[in-house]
């Protein structure tokens, strides 16, 4: 019997919608505190960005990962699904069988390594984005500069033109820089990610025989994306870093001296910046996503 199973993508797909749209504002905020340069602290950035931009700022490059988000979700969700089958499969010979730790241990880390491949290129081109409006500083760090072009206009007209303009000037390479960043975040953030889930809806709900209220998947998710992405920003913060990096002058030859730059500049505490905002947006964001996920995967599965 087949162990593929489509309607995991397609449930992944409309979680991905719903989380993006609850989580993007906080997700600008996040960048900036990372990535940018003259706040003071979470509250300070987030009343910066409203006085400056207006409301819209915080939906700066939204349109992007909302049409591409939604695939990555269908992929991440449908792929741990059915990775989950595949192990059982092989490793019981029934691919209903229960998971284990070591099973989810496992789904999870390989969902992790297969992201990066379709994640890297979105979260550069987010961050490109999100990251316009910021002054930058030349040479020494004493001239402030802008992130614009000429007569004022802003650097990407959007994200077509940011795909294009990056590889055009850095090649196919470019949509993958902070890669590797990224596979140190996602891989051990994934099993932080899944298994927390998995076991918190087993704690909140202890009859085997029935499904997660949806309450309880609402709180597990919760509970499960600010874990795992609290424990992902000093990852979070060198990916965005590189990331946002070749936007103005590239400071950064890798990930090693981005870290060591970061810490000889900014101390030990600029690896736990935006930790706050992490803790903060993982909780609706994943939360909105275990929820739209489970009760989509729910009704496709009644039909």
């Given amino acids: 019997m087949n162990c593929f199973h489509l309607d ?3 449930a992944g797909w409309i979680g991905g919608a719903s989380s993006v749209i609850v989580g993007h504002p906080l997700d600008t905020v996040k960048t900036r505190l990372q990535a940018g340069k003259g706040y003071k602290n979470t509250l300070h950035c987030v009343l ?14 939204l349109s992007f990962p909302l049409a591409s988000n939604t695939l990555y979700n ?7 699904s059915n990775s ?35 994640g890297a ?6 961050i490109r984005l999100q990251m316009q409006t910021q002054p930058f500083f030349a040479g020494n760090g004493s001239m402030p500069l802008r992130s614009v ?10 994200p077509v033109h940011c795909i294009s303009s990056i590889v055009q000037t850095e090649g196919i390479q470019g949509l993958y820089r902070g890669a590797g960043a990224m596979l140190l975040r996602d891989v051990p953030g994934y099993a932080l990610y899944f298994i927390p889930y998995t076991l918190f809806c087993d704690w909140l709900s202890p009859d ?5 209220h949806p309450c309880s998947i609402w709180l597990a998710g919760g509970l499960a994306g600010s874990i795992s992405w609290v424990t992902a920003t000093p990852a979070d913060v060198v990916k965005s870093r590189l990331q946002a990096d070749a936007m103005h002058q590239r400071k950064y030859k890798g990930i090693v001296h981005c870290i060591v730059q970061s810490y000889k500049t900014e101390g030990l505490h600029v690896f736990f910046r935006g930790a706050t905002v992490n803790a903060i947006r993982g909780f609706p964001m ?8 489970e009760l989509s995967l729910k009704f496709f599965r009644s039909l």
Avoid: W
């Avoid at 409203?50 to 700066?60: D, L, S």
């Avoid at 290129?121 to 987010?126: E, G, S, T």
């Avoid at 085997?208 to 997660?212: A, H, K, L, T, V």
């Fill in 8 to 10: 995991d993508f397609l």
């Fill in 48 to 61: 910066t960005i409203y006085k400056k931009e207006t409301v819209t700022g915080f939906f700066k490059g």
């Fill in 74 to 80: 269908s992929v991440v969700f449908g792929f741990f």
């Fill in 84 to 118: 989950q089958r595949f192990i059982c499969k092989f490793r019981y010979g029934d691919r209903n069988h229960a998971c284990d730790m070591l099973d989810l241990t496992l789904a999870s880390m390989m969902t992790g390594f297969v992201s990066v491949g379709l």
């Fill in 121 to 126: 290129p979105v979260d550069l081109v987010k």
């Fill in 149 to 158: 072009g000429l007569q004022g206009q802003s650097l990407y007209r959007g």
């Fill in 208 to 212: 085997d025989s029935s499904s997660p």
């Fill in 286 to 293: 994943s939360a909105t996503m275990f929820l739209g996920y």
